[in-house]
Each structure stands twice: as C-alpha cells, then as structure tokens.
Nanobody
Framework: QVQLVETGGGLVRAGDSLRLSCVVS????????MAWFRQTPGKEREFVAC????????YYSDSVQGRFIIARDNPKNTVYLQMNALKPEDTAVYYC?????????????????????WGQGTQVTVSS
C-alpha cells in the first residue's frame, strides 16, 4: 500500500514560515511528479506547487509564486514545501500527492486527476 504522510503544519502568524514534509512509503517517488494541494472548508481543492524530475522542474500557483518553494529528496523518498511570508489566505489543509504515471508522461501542469496517491493532510493556520 502506498502511503503519504504530511507533517509540519501548525498555527503561525502572518509573515512567519513553515516547512511541510511528505514522506512516501510503498512507492519510489524518483520518477514521478510530486505536488502539494490545499483545501479550505466549503471550497474546492486547489493546486499549490509541483516538482518533476529535479528541483529545477517546478511550477507554482500565482498565489504562492515567490513565497513557497517545493523540493524533493529522492533518497529519502520525501518532498518538502517551504512556505515563507505566510498570509491568512494561506490557511488550509495541505495535501501531498504522487502522480500516477512517470514524470515524462506529463507535458502540462498536472491536474488533481493525474495523482492517484494522497496524504491525509496537515493543517496550516495563519493568523493576522
């Protein structure tokens, strides 16, 4: 069974930083896209960031561009999300996701349906 476990969430103040971690077991992540999504109550899950075959192959949503950094450590089968200059609107449950296919199968920004493995989520709350 593939499992993704997110950690690192918490309650912080606006302007603070957090580093989320996602440890994957049961599947090698080195050939797959890793991504972070987030969701608030009553809203659709939204894309945050993804990383392809290396840390240079990244894509971010406009809302987090310049503030968040996604990185991967393949030997540890782990992906990180460094979140800086946090804003109250960043408050959400953050989910880690692993792509169904190998990274080279994707030519566009992946959608939720491109991921078949998800973590349980970690809560990030940013107060003003």
């Amino acid at each position: 069974q593939v499992q993704l476990v997110e950690t690192g969430g918490g309650l912080v103040r606006a302007g603070d930083s957090l580093r989320l971690s996602c440890v994957v077991s049961g599947r090698d992540i080195s050939r797959r896209i890793m991504a972070w999504f987030r969701q608030t109550p009553g809203k659709e899950r939204e894309f945050v960031a993804c990383v392809g075959n290396n840390d240079a192959a990244t894509y971010y949503s406009d809302s987090v561009q310049g503030r968040f950094i996604i990185a991967r450590d393949n030997p540890k089968n782990t992906v990180y999300l460094q979140m800086n200059a946090l804003k109250p609107e960043d408050t959400a449950v953050y989910y880690c996701a692993l792509s169904t296919n190998y990274w080279w199968a994707y030519s566009n920004v992946p959608a939720q349906t491109d991921f078949d493995s998800w973590g349980q989520g970690t809560q990030v709350t940013v107060s003003s």
